[in-house]
């Protein structure tokens, strides 16, 4: 039996980065979940199903964050004029730890799913704590909350308090049950997930990528975030000529499905493994400036066809918001481009792709209205006399700039409303 899900209203979408599709007052039909068409009259087989109709009101892909933290959710907003390094030690580890807390984990991990779904993010890409325990009870919330996601339990055995780093054979043995618990979820699954490359060893690393390659599992982490890290990097893995090799050499890198946040620092010949690899990276924009990273000249690496998404970045970035982030992206080009003409600003479709079908396509055929797509969804409201007003691409770039969770009147992920 098909379920078969029909709204009404203005749909905005990007098929590419450089122009939005607009149907006004159109519907859109969703069958088993997937896109099935946008028509601005109802074909004749749908008239006796019923029709949501959202009036006036503007229908837009979810929004997919591509890397945060969600055991750092309870410091969003503290410690922002530290350093990378200097948070974590100070903030970010002596929180984390906390996980190994079932109870904890319940109820800090419930806020924090509710307080994406409420800001409009239907699929994420989530580091959670060491903790295998905590871990687990993230993906079933997950699970529960109706969701997309990749969730990773967070590898690391050196270079961290020893409250929270585990023995390589811990990390391994807690990663390789949950990927056999979860693998064949439809919508929360698992993902590789070491820290970033200080915190692990050889042996680790090495034992991670089997586990991917065995089990086919994605993979996510940090890469050239901050100039610190990345001599660190040098001092820790003299073999490795740079970062990102760091990562490869131990099947960690392009072998399976692989994102990576951050990249600000790349050379040429870097930023060709990436392509090579088919790496996605993520542009974080409010934790780099927050943490003093730098700014990724993401213009440069678009017009080089890497693949880009965005992330919110908690608790690095201080705000669980995408649309915030595709905002700050666009700042950011900006504020590149002053100094630098030949990178010319982000342009708000450019933006809002990156932030819908661009990280979406880390998951398959999500964030956009295309057919075939996966109907992940949001209702956006605004005020009237706006309405009355300016144009549909106006009311959309006023919810990004200035929206919050309250336009937000429907979530759908997969047809099934949230």
């Known amino acids: 039996m098909k379920n078969i899900l029909i709204l009404k209203g203005n749909i905005i979408f990007t098929k590419t980065s450089d122009r939005f599709e607009i149907c006004k007052n159109s519907y859109i039909v969703s069958v088993n979940g997937k896109v099935e068409g946008i028509y601005k009259v109802l074909p004749e087989k749908y008239m006796d199903c019923t029709v949501e109709d959202y009036g006036d009101r503007l229908i837009i892909p979810g929004f997919v964050d ?6 750092q959710f309870l410091q969003c907003g503290m410690g922002m004029t530290n350093q990378l390094l200097d948070w974590l030690n100070d903030y970010t580890f002596d929180l984390e730890r906390q996980f190994q807390d079932v109870e904890f984990a319940k109820e800090v991990y419930t806020q924090f799913a509710d307080k994406l779904i409420a800001n409009g993010t239907t699929r994420a890409c989530i580091f959670a704590s060491s903790s ?6 993230l993906f079933d919330i997950l699970k529960q909350k109706g969701i997309g996601a990749y969730v990773g339990k967070v590898n690391m055995d050196r270079n961290a308090p020893d409250f929270i780093i585990e023995t390589t054979e811990e990390s391994i043995k ?7 618990k979860y693998n064949n979820e439809k919508l929360v699954k698992p993902i590789i997930t070491p820290r970033f490359a200080p915190t692990s060893t ?7 990528g089997k586990l991917a390659k065995v089990y086919n599992v994605p993979v996510q982490s940090h890469l050239s975030e901050n100039t610190d890290e990345i001599n660190w990097v040098q001092q820790l893995f003299p073999d490795s000529r740079k970062y990102l090799d760091v990562y490869d050499k131990h099947s960690l890198f392009g072998q399976t499905p692989t994102v990576m946040a951050h990249g600000i620092y790349l050379d040429n010949s870097e930023i060709d493994k990436v392509k090579r690899n088919k790496v996605t990276l993520v542009h974080c924009p409010d934790s780099n400036i927050n943490v003093r990273s730098g700014i990724m000249p993401l213009r440069k690496y678009l017009n080089m066809g890497i693949q880009v998404g965005l992330g919110s ?15 700050r992206a666009i700042q950011l080009s900006k504020l590149l481009s002053m100094n630098q003409p030949e990178y010319e ?3 708000v479709s450019e933006a809002f792709y990156l932030g819908t079908k661009g990280g979406g396509q880390f998951f398959g055929k999500i964030g956009s209205f295309e057919e075939g797509y996966c109907f992940d969804a949001l209702v956006i409201e605004d005020d009237r006399l706006i309405s009355d007003r300016y144009t549909l691409k106006d009311r959309l770039e006023r919810f990004l700039y200035i929206g919050d969770d309250r336009n937000i009147c429907a979530r759908y992920v997969e047809g099934n409303k949230l």
Do not use: F, Q, R, W
């Not at 591509?66 to 055991?71: F, K, N, Y």
């Not at 295998?132 to 009870?137: H, I, L, P």
């Not at 050889?202 to 991670?208: A, P, Q, T, V």
């Open 66 to 71: 591509l890397h945060l933290h969600a055991a």
């Open 132 to 137: 295998t325990k905590g871990t687990e009870v």
């Open 174 to 180: 807690g990663t390789k049950y949950l990927i056999e």
């Open 202 to 208: 050889d042996e680790l690393l090495e034992e991670l």
């Open 313 to 327: 970045d908690i608790a690095g970035g201080h705000k669980i918001a995408l649309n915030e982030a595709i905002v």
């Open 345 to 347: 600003p982000l342009s």
